[in-house]
């Protein structure tokens, strides 16, 4: 009992780190949005980037869009059922970023598809690559049917070069749809609606803790319980002993 008193405290502890480590995420991922956005990460920076230091980094690129090589990739949203639609920003380099130019329903053509490379300037959220798939399925490159943004995967499949490792989603400024009538006329017209990034994390550690240093405290008052008890019982047969051997 000892040994799983002190297993509960040790998951406890844990969970009360887990704790603070999520506060402290959802904090940095919290400024990130909502500073003002910094230049897209570079090539020189792209080993680097991790979901703790670049995930939801608000950013700023230009370049020209390669529609004949956007990706549908399948979504849900508060709209419906759909697709993201992932085109490949080229910048004046020649380095790639993928951007996520927004959700379009199901069955809906895109406006831009069939169009010449054109010309664009994009904010949004840097988000790092879902590699496999998603929806309980895996992307199938070979189909082009895709069920999670997976960059690289999409990039060798259009033998695209110089790719960066993370794609952007794109706010709905970007594709002029900033307001609730303006999402509106951009579905109606075929645009895909950017901005619909959705930002949650879970936190239930501390109801974690709370059950894992409950179990402790059960399991430290069960001890007593048992030690007084048998503690009990011992005199109780001292007490018959000592009665017996006078008896004798």
């Given at each position: ?106 069955g809906a ?10 010309p664009a ?21 070979a189909g ?105």
């Amino acid at each position: 009992m000892l040994v799983v008193f002190l297993g509960f405290l040790v998951l406890g502890t844990w969970q009360v780190k887990r704790l603070f480590w999520k506060l402290d995420l959802i904090e940095r991922v919290d400024r990130r949005v909502h500073a003002a956005p910094v230049a897209a990460p570079g090539p020189d920076t792209w080993p680097s980037i991790t979901a703790d230091s670049h995930e939801y980094l608000h950013v700023h690129t230009a370049g020209t869009y390669l529609y004949s090589q956007t990706a549908r990739v399948q979504a849900v949203t508060i709209y419906g059922s759909g697709y993201w639609l992932l085109t490949p920003l080229r910048a004046a380099d020649g380095t790639i970023i993928l951007i996520n130019r927004g959700y379009i329903a199901t069955g809906a053509r895109d406006v831009k598809e069939g169009a010449n490379d054109g010309p664009a300037e994009v904010n949004g959220l840097l988000r790092i690559s879902e590699r496999g798939g998603g929806f309980l399925r895996h992307n199938d490159p070979a189909g082009d049917r895709w069920f999670s943004r997976d960059v690289q995967a999409i990039a060798d499949v259009r033998k695209l070069n110089n790719v960066a490792p993370y794609f952007v989603d794109a706010d709905a400024a970007s594709n002029g749809s900033a307001q609730q009538d303006g999402r509106a006329t951009a579905r109606a017209a075929g645009e895909p609606i950017g901005g619909l990034t959705v930002i949650a994390f879970p936190n239930n550690h501390l109801v974690y803790a709370l059950t894992w240093y409950g179990l402790a405290l059960m399991t430290a008052g069960a001890g007593f319980w048992v030690m007084r008890d048998e503690k009990r019982r011992r005199a109780a047969r001292s007490d018959q002993e000592s009665n017996n051997g006078k008896q004798g």
